[in-house]
């Protein structure tokens, strides 16, 4: 049983920055594709970015390229999503998720997060002047 905790969400001013850690425990950490997802208030969890079990792989959603970037350390059991440039609009409850299989962005941008076997309870990013 893998479970997820989230940290490092918070205020933060329109162009500011964060970085986002979901730490994993019990379970080897390193089978798994970890994917964060942002539920805005009333709306359902959109996927934000992915990373494939190894790292090699990754995926983003349009809004976000080129301002995030996902990451993972296995050796910690750790998976970060630096956040840049943030936007209102970025705003939500973001919550990582991690499911086995293979990693083929096609697929992991149309899952939602009932496909996946675990995710945490999720940490609030308020982008706001």
């Known amino acids: 049983q893998l479970q997820l905790v989230e940290s490092g969400g918070g205020l933060v001013q329109p162009e500011g920055s964060l970085r986002l850690s979901c730490a994993g425990s019990g379970s080897i950490f390193g089978f798994y594709i970890v994917t964060w997802f942002r539920q805005a208030s009333g709306k359902e969890g959109e996927v934000v970015s992915s990373?494939?079990?190894?790292?090699?792989?990754?995926y983003y959603e349009d809004s976000v390229k080129g301002r995030f970037t996902i990451s993972r350390d296995n050796t910690k059991n750790t998976v970060y999503l630096h956040m840049n440039s943030l936007k209102a609009e970025d705003t939500g409850v973001y919550y990582c998720a991690a499911v086995s299989g293979d990693f083929t962005p096609r697929i992991i941008s149309r899952l939602s997060p009932l496909d996946y076997n675990y995710r945490g309870q999720g940490t609030q990013v308020t982008v706001s002047s």
């Open positions: 990373i494939s079990p190894t790292g090699e792989q990754t």
